[in-house]
């Protein structure tokens, strides 16, 4: 998702951070301070369940806003990890909530971005609901992916709520020919 250029103008000057892969940018309970925006690389936003599990709910790549939603939260209620190499501009949670209050144009820019943000979320819970790895694999494709490089499978295993073995096994089916 593209960044418009009255968001992207916040922005201007903003400290710039940089992530390494694996390396968190807030954590759970935190207090918000700051929101980010993702100049390149790939962070995840991940909540873990009582089981353990990591729930992917955001996948954000370069030009991508990062947990809109902690906008109007005291704290952040997921972790935000760096999947590979990340840059990401940080600006303060009080700088851009006065900037909506004072500039009507971007508060219903910003409500726009916050309503595709929901609608690509009930996409995602849709393709979990799928019962099959198989069923989950396609729609997720259906919906414009494409496959990460072989290394980062564990990352779509991640997305589709699957197992990292049952995905790989499907993936393997695909690849294999069709005429035995």
Same mark, same amino acid.
């Given at each position: 998702?593209?960044?418009?250029?009255? $968001?992207?103008?916040?922005?201007?000057?903003?400290?710039?951070?940089?992530?390494?892969? *694996?390396?968190?940018?807030?954590?759970?309970?935190?207090?918000?301070?700051?929101?980010?925006?993702?100049?390149?690389?790939?962070?995840?936003? =991940?909540?873990?369940? %009582?089981? *353990?599990?990591?729930?992917?709910?955001?996948?954000?790549?370069?030009?991508?806003? !990062?947990?809109?939603?902690? @906008?109007? &939260?005291?704290?952040?209620?997921?972790?935000?990890? @760096?999947?590979? %190499?990340?840059?990401?501009?940080? $600006?303060?949670?009080?700088?851009?909530?006065? &900037? !909506?209050?004072?500039?009507?144009?971007? @508060?219903?820019? +910003?409500?726009?971005?916050?309503?595709?943000?929901?609608?690509?979320?009930?996409? =995602? @819970?849709?393709?979990?609901?799928?019962?099959?790895?198989?069923? =989950?694999?396609?729609?997720? $494709?259906?919906?414009?992916?494409?496959? %990460?490089?072989?290394?980062? +499978?564990?990352?779509?295993?991640?997305?589709?709520?699957?197992?990292?073995?049952?995905?790989?096994?499907?993936?393997?089916?695909?690849?294999? %020919?069709?005429?035995?």
């Amino acid at each position: 998702m593209i960044m418009s250029d009255t $968001l992207f103008s916040l922005f201007d000057g903003a400290p710039m951070r940089a992530l390494a892969p *694996g390396q968190g940018l807030f954590l759970t309970g935190q207090p918000v301070r700051h929101l980010f925006w993702v100049v390149d690389g790939h962070i995840q936003l =991940r909540r873990h369940t %009582p089981q *353990g599990e990591a729930l992917v709910l955001q996948n954000a790549t370069a030009s991508a806003f !990062l947990a809109e939603a902690s @906008a109007y &939260s005291a704290h952040y209620h997921c972790d935000a990890v @760096a999947v590979r %190499p990340s840059r990401v501009l940080s $600006l303060a949670k009080t700088t851009f909530l006065q &900037s !909506l209050d004072e500039q009507p144009t971007l @508060a219903r820019e +910003w409500a726009c971005r916050l309503a595709r943000s929901v609608q690509a979320a009930r996409v =995602r @819970a849709e393709i979990r609901s799928l019962p099959t790895v198989s069923a =989950r694999l396609q729609a997720w $494709l259906d919906e414009g992916n494409v496959l %990460p490089e072989k290394g980062h +499978w564990h990352v779509l295993a991640a997305e589709l709520s699957v197992t990292r073995e049952a995905l790989y096994r499907e993936l393997a089916k695909r690849r294999a %020919p069709a005429n035995h």
